[in-house]
Structure formats: structure tokens, C-alpha cells
């Protein structure tokens, strides 16, 4: 193993082991802990772009009902843990402030590429640059939408699986990235997204050996619940 590789370390809807998952707090943990990217998930509710996981509200929130059918104004009035509300993509944005890169998931599959194409597209070159913004989804047409909007920004293909084709989807899509489960990093697949020219990124690994057994193997980085225990599984400790 190259000791000297880079090894991105992504922070998991923020620092979801330490803060409520999409929240403002959790994403500046993130941040906090040393996280080199933040990862978040994006969906539309009837008037805005919210960062929340779950198309429903109840496993997070203490509302009811689908994300999808509510007002922002709605939203907003919700407990999304520790008094904390669901933010907006904007939000996300202010607080952040170009300080680390941003994985923005796309979670809904109606339009919501186009409105976040629109709304990168107001902040790049003011503060952020392309480079900065990695967006990901397993609805692949949603992402094949969003490239099509807005084809400086790198994309990452998500999959939960080996593919037959192995990395080739990604490839299809322009994707700089294939976002990949831990439990399907086959070497095979690894290798042939390599040479294809992608970064490999594996989610959610959240323990020190399996962390340190991926960037054996030759991925890229990890998504992380815990950005702290990667930090501390680079440095071997």
C-alpha cells in the first residue's frame, strides 16, 4: 500500500454518529472532524430543496407524512433532533461555505436534478468552484438529467451491488466516480473502475480495521458516520 495516496475521508449526512443525520449541526461536525467532503441527501418538498434522507418524515423528524407533500414553512417547524430543523440545499451552502468539498445524493427523482443544477450553477465562481461538488444518485437516469444540466460538475454513479457490466455505467454517464457498498467492494469491480479512470468510494464504513482494509485494497476513500475514526485510521493509530 502507498502510505502516501490520498484517501478522502467522507463524512456520512455529516457526522451522523455524533450529530442528527442532514442536520446543520451534523454537517458542521463534519467539517469539525476533519472530514475532507461532507455527504448529504437532497429532495424536493412542494416548494424547495430540502436535505433529508427518508421520502417520510417519521424516522427522523417528529412530523408524519411524505417529504414530497409538505410546504418548507411546514418543514421547518419540525424537530429533526437535538432542536434542530430539516435545512434547505441553501443553507447547506451558507454554512458550509466552500470550507470542504459537498457529495450532494439526490434522493428524489422528479425534477430534482434540474433544481440543483439551478442552484449550483447561481454559487459556482462565487466562492465555490466545480471541482468542489460531487453529485451522486442510484436513480441513474435522475443523474444522467442532472450531467445533461449542468456537465462541468462531477457526478458519481451509486450502486449497491456488482453491476454485469461492471464499472461501465459510470462511464456511460461521464461519472468521475463510482460510489459503491463496502460489502460489494469486489477487487474485480475496483479495478476495472480504475482503469476506466474513476474514483472508487465505499459507503458506510464506520470501523478503524474495515477502514484501514479498504485503503489496502486501493480505494479512494470512505463514506463515514464517525470522520474522526477515519482520520485516526490513516494515521494507524
Known sequence: ???????????????????????????????????????????????????????RLERTTNGQGRVGHARYDELRRLDAGSGQHIPSLREVLDLVGARVALNIELKSADGTAAQVAQVLRGVIGDGWSTEQFLVSSFHLPELYEFKQSLPEVPVAALVCGVPLDWAACATELGAQALNLSAEFADARLVADAHGRGLKVYAYTVNHPEDIAALRAAGLDGVFSDYPDRVAKAIAGE
Do not use: K, W, Y
Open 1 to 55: 500500500m502507498d502510505s502516501s495516496r490520498e484517501f478522502l475521508c467522507i463524512g456520512h449526512r455529516g457526522a451522523r454518529g455524533h450529530a442528527p443525520e442532514n442536520t446543520l449541526l451534523s454537517i458542521d461536525t463534519g467539517i469539525r472532524l476533519g472530514a475532507g467532503m461532507i455527504e448529504f441527501d437532497v429532495q424536493r418538498c412542494v416548494d424547495e430543496l430540502v436535505v433529508i434522507h427518508d421520502l
